[in-house]
């Protein structure tokens, strides 16, 4: 079974910085794309940002010009640079991947366990 572990989340400072980290694991085949979302209390889980196997970009607006997302195909590895951090990026990150392996031969959606992300005024 493919399995997602996120790492790096943690208490920051506005305006300080933080980058996430998530390897997915389990009988890999083919990673397709891979993103973050994110889930502050009380709100609905919201698409932060996404990145194709080629290398292709998408962010939420709320984030553009701050936040930058990579991969290492060759690690199944998927990363989110956070910078100039605010409060209002409070919430679980959660990394997500499309994903054929884990003894399935089609894709499969998955999910993390999810990071908290706090960031202090």
């Known amino acids: 079974q493919v399995q997602l572990v996120e790492s790096g989340g943690g208490l920051v400072q506005a305006g300080g910085s933080l980058r996430l980290s998530c390897a997915a694991s389990g009988g890999i085949i083919s990673m397709n794309v891979m993103g973050w979302y994110r889930q502050a209390p009380g709100k609905q889980r919201e698409l932060v940002a996404t990145?194709?196997?080629?290398?292709?970009?998408n962010y939420v607006d709320s984030v553009k010009g701050r936040f930058t997302i990579s991969r290492d195909n060759a690690k199944n590895t998927v990363y989110l640079q956070m910078n100039s951090l605010k409060p209002e990026d409070t919430a679980v990150y959660y990394c997500?991947?499309?994903?054929?392996?884990?003894?399935?031969?089609?894709?499969?959606?998955?999910w993390g366990q999810g990071t908290q992300v706090t960031v202090s005024s």
């Open positions: 997500n991947a499309g994903a054929i392996g884990g003894g399935f031969w089609y894709e499969k959606n998955y």
């Open positions: 990145i194709t196997k080629g290398g292709s970009t």
